[in-house]
């Protein structure tokens, strides 16, 4: 939805609706479409795609091709492209074209960070930036107008399975603090060891978008983990305020 000029500025100070977002780095590829299937029948609200490069990150995982085989198998649920590649502009067109909606960059793999949130809005997606456990946040006081999505890594990027970073819950804290000043619609994402047991904290820092992989795909039962996960969400207390 497009802004209007002179609209009187509407505050989101709380989270959003909070949305599940499997992460199919953690998903059998010898059956994907049905992996990604059954975790939205399962009560995921969105579907996290990590592209890796073997270049920004130090591995190589799925690039267009496999969103857009995602789409044509019939999968209609938000695709969260989150790009670990450098450089982010040549890719952003083929993602549109595969069906991606969010499509998240690391900041420092762009020359020119403005222009590239620019290309993924005129290509049709919703864009967002990512920051790494030690990335500061600079970028975002320039550009959280122009955002529809912030993604805080709570492990380093380039592998799936890590553990929690403790360090990543009061930067969640603050970025949501961001986002309320600034009055904008963003939804705060939580990438990185993501699991049950620690769900809660991160939802009672700020976040409302929680990327889990190995959790939701290792575990037995997609449709038991994820409702623990919205039992735990709806425990939170905000720590954030």
């Known amino acids: ?56 990150v130090p591995n190589l995982t799925i690039g267009p091709l496999v969103c857009e085989a995602l789409r044509k198998a019939g999968i209609e649920a938000p695709i969260d492209v989150h790009l670990m590649v450098k450089p982010v502009d040549r890719i952003v067109p083929d993602f549109d074209r595969a069906g991606a909606t969010y499509i998240t960059f690391h900041p420092e793999a762009s020359e020119h960070v403005d222009r590239t949130i620019g290309l993924i809005r005129e290509n049709g997606c919703k864009p967002g930036l990512v920051f790494n456990p030690a990335t500061p946040l600079n970028w975002l006081e320039h550009v959280l107008d122009k955002i529809d999505m912030v993604l805080l890594m709570s492990v380093n990027p380039g592998f799936g399975g890590q553990s929690f970073i403790p360090s990543a819950l009061p930067k969640i804290a603050q970025v949501r603090r961001m986002i309320a000043d600034g009055g904008h619609p963003i939804r705060l994402e939580v990438d990185g060891g993501v699991k049950v047991d620690n769900i809660e904290a991160i939802a009672a820092a700020g976040a409302d978008t929680f990327v889990a992989g190995s959790a939701i795909f290792g575990s037995r039962d997609y449709a038991d983990t994820i409702s623990a996960m919205r039992e735990r969400i709806s425990r939170a207390t905000p720590t954030h305020t």
Request: hydrophobic share 50%; proline share 7%.
């Open 1 to 56: 939805m497009k802004k209007q000029m002179g609209a009187p500025l509407i505050m989101h100070a709380a989270p959003q609706t909070p949305w599940i977002a499997p992460s199919i780095l953690s998903a059998d590829f010898s059956r994907l479409g049905e992996e990604v299937r059954a975790v939205l029948a399962a009560g995921a609200d969105i579907v996290h795609f990590d592209v890796m490069d073997n270049h920004y």
